[in-house]
């Protein structure tokens, strides 16, 4: 098996009549963090959706460990998830049930283990996140940041292969977003997972990516190490990085007509 | 609310809505696990008009069995109806069958007066003596057209 | 007028599609409930959530009902003179038909909505999503001890409805208005048989499906229903078509099964 967790081959996704992805090719290697962006409405969440298997493409292949979860069967994309671990973007922390009961479901569900084995591993997993004083509250009772931190251990509870975030940095402040940067790096490096992230906030992205894809309309317009991504040429790249905002050029009548229209 | 309390009033509840159950059945449908002990006979009616499987048969007014069965016979188009009578009931050959109507507009049941033989029917024998349901109609008819003589 | 019509159309379009839906998900429940893991307490969970929890609104509107009943036939057979089947009326009228249907639409109100809008909120807060990507199906996990509590837990309720209705007619006739007790049981026991009852547990178990399944879809397919992404106006939309198309269902199915039946 190649030295890549993950190989997107000609990714060709509509929804309806509009397309969203045309022709995503490119590896995500193993034991790498890779970071995905692109301006709103590139086609980021639905490239995510693909890889978690919860859209099916309209064409094209992607190998994951092995299985193409494109054409697999359900049984064998069960098999896969046994391996990956999801961080959904508010948490999607089930409500009726306690921080450490959510971070057990999987255990509880998959495995055999005995009850203490199960609170033992729920509290390391805890305790990696800084949660451990938190186990026994409910979801509604978390800050956003906690609530995020709890869905990190709970992606990582069966100690995944893969591991996936889906805008790990939103609506958090400046140092949570920072310490979970630090925890997604010591996931790297200790549990030796690799790790794709989704997100647009800049800072994190330049601290924790190895590589970096960048969507644009639909479109992979390159992919290549940090040091390559900031000197690259291509115009959309860097209108991203430098946050410039799109042009408004107009001239005045034209500006007067689009405002003016149908108001009479 | 933990796992045994959950349990525990959920037990609860099934076991009420059984016991509902089991009394709406067996109380009031009458619904019998086993057979009742008794025997069951036979009786050919031209008309049955009405009544109902699981009907009432009374004697002397008192419920002495059940109607178990309802057959048509094509060839002397004549209802057959299996009485179920319950044990200790004696019937004789004799007896007569009649099909009657609670007040006038209710339910049909069997009427069974008893005979003067000593004879006893047994499992499975016919009563040919039989009466059929009035037919209010009938009735009517034959008093409006025998007045007009 | 042209856009009525299209309109009236793709609404048509769209009602045969989530009863497709529907369906659909009730066959894959119906195949997966048979594979192992088998969610038994979380069955046992539903079935207290929807039946035991629902048995003081049953209990209070089912005495109501019979009261009413046996008011109500009191007063028209006395004008006939036959206040002696005031027993048979009430217990016929309850196990026949409004056990059946008044159980189904206090737990449709009750547990219905509820069942709605829990799935519908899990749906867009992505905790579908969630269990789906840790290889726990979530049809087999959420939506089937969900269905099951349902079948179970409706008849049940149903035939504690017929009891204390019948005690309600009984207190209303015999008590109130001094109708003899020997004529007013009597008249129950000589009037109602075993296909009454088998009727009234009939029409229940396909009312506690009908009535569940409908709830469930409503809510686990709200991302895919027209106002799936108005986020919590979609799922209180989805929960008052939820309640309003179980109960017209509730109300047409009776009529086919008794139709079917008698």
């Known amino acids: 098996m190649s030295a890549n967790a993950i190989e997107i081959r000609d990714l060709v996704v509509d929804y309806g009549s509009r397309r969203i992805l045309t022709n995503i090719s490119f590896d995500i290697r193993q034991g790498e963090i890779m970071v995905i962006m692109g301006g709103s409405g590139a086609g980021k969440s639905t490239l995510l959706r693909c890889l978690l298997g919860l859209k099916k493409p309209t064409s094209g292949h992607i190998h994951m460990l092995g299985t193409d979860i494109c054409h697999a069967s359900q049984a064998e994309l069960y098999k896969l998830r046994e391996k990956m671990g999801v961080a959904f973007q508010r948490g999607a922390l089930f409500t009726s049930m306690s921080v450490a009961e959510n971070i057990q479901l999987p255990l509880r569900e998959h495995t055999d283990l005995d009850e203490s084995t199960i609170q033992i591993m729920t509290r390391i997993k805890l305790d990696m996140v800084n949660m451990l004083p938190y186990e026994h509250l409910m979801p509604s009772e978390l800050s956003g940041g906690m609530a995020k931190r709890a869905a990190l251990a709970r992606a990582i509870i069966m100690d995944p292969k893969l591991l996936f975030f889906d805008e790990p940095s939103a609506g958090l402040d400046p140092i949570t977003s920072a310490e979970l940067d630090e925890l997604i790096l010591l996931l790297k490096k200790s549990m030796r997972m690799t790790i794709v992230v989704v997100t647009h906030e800049l800072e994190s992205v330049f601290a924790i990516a190895d590589r970096i894809a960048i969507l644009g309309e639909g479109k992979l317009i390159q992919v290549g190490t940090p040091e390559e991504i900031r000197n690259s040429s291509n115009e959309t790249i860097i209108n991203l990085l430098n946050r410039t905002p799109r042009e408004n050029n107009v001239d005045r009548d034209t500006h007067l007509e689009r405002l003016t229209k149908d108001t009479q | ?149 | 007028m042209i856009k009525t019509i299209s309109n009236l159309g793709s609404y048509v379009l769209d009602g045969i599609e989530q009863i497709g839906r529907t369906f659909n998900l009730l066959l894959i429940i119906l195949w997966k409930i048979l594979q192992p893991p088998y969610q038994i307490f979380p069955i046992i969970k539903q079935v207290y959530f929807i039946g035991a929890r629902s048995m003081t609104v049953i209990i209070i509107s089912g005495v109501t009902i019979g009261m009413v009943l046996g008011l109500q036939f009191y007063n028209t057979l006395e004008r006939f003179g036959s206040v002696g089947v005031l027993g048979s009326a009430v217990a016929l009228s309850i196990i026949r038909e409004l056990g059946p249907v008044m159980t189904a639409l206090m737990v449709v109100g009750r547990a219905g909505s509820a069942i709605c809008a829990e799935l519908g909120i899990m749906r867009i807060t992505e905790q579908v999503d969630a269990l789906e990507c840790m290889a726990i199906s979530p049809d087999k996990y959420l939506v089937a001890p969900k269905l099951v509590g349902g079948v179970i837990s409706v008849p049940l309720l149903n035939f504690v409805f017929n009891v204390v209705a019948i005690g309600g007619g009984y207190f209303v006739g015999v008590v109130l208005f001094g109708v003899s007790e020997g004529s007013y049981v009597n008249g129950m026991i000589d009037s109602v048989l075993w296909s009454d009852v088998r009727l009234g547990l009939v029409k229940s178990l396909i009312f506690g499906l009908l009535i569940t399944l409908i709830c469930c879809a409503k809510g686990f397919y709200l991302h895919l229903s027209k106002y799936g992404s108005q986020g919590a106006e979609g799922v209180s939309r989805a929960t008052t078509d939820a309640v309003v198309i179980s109960s017209v269902s509730v109300l047409l199915c009776d009529f086919i099964i008794g139709a079917l039946m008698s």
Request: net charge negative; aromatic share 10%.
């Open chain 2, 1 to 149: 609310m933990n796992k045994i309390t959950i349990e525990l009033l959920t037990g609860i509840f099934v076991l009420i809505g059984i016991a509902a159950f089991t009394w709406l059945a067996v109380s009031i449908a009458g619904a019998s696990f086993t057979e009742q002990p008794g025997y069951t006979l036979e009786a050919r009616f031209t008309s049955i008009s009405g009544l109902r499987e699981g009907a009432v048969i009374e004697g002397a007014g008192v419920r002495i069995g059940t109607v178990s069965r309802i057959d048509f016979d094509p060839d002397s188009f004549e209802a057959i109806v299996f009485l179920r009578i319950n044990e200790g009931v004696p019937v004789q050959e004799d007896a007569i069958a009649s099909v009657r109507t609670q007040g006038i507009i209710g339910e049909k049941y069997i009427n069974i007066v008893p005979g003067g033989f000593d004879e006893l029917l047994g499992d499975g024998d016919e009563l040919y003596e039989t009466e059929s349901a009035i037919s209010l109609e009938e009735l009517v008819s034959r008093y409006i057209f025998s007045s007009e003589d």
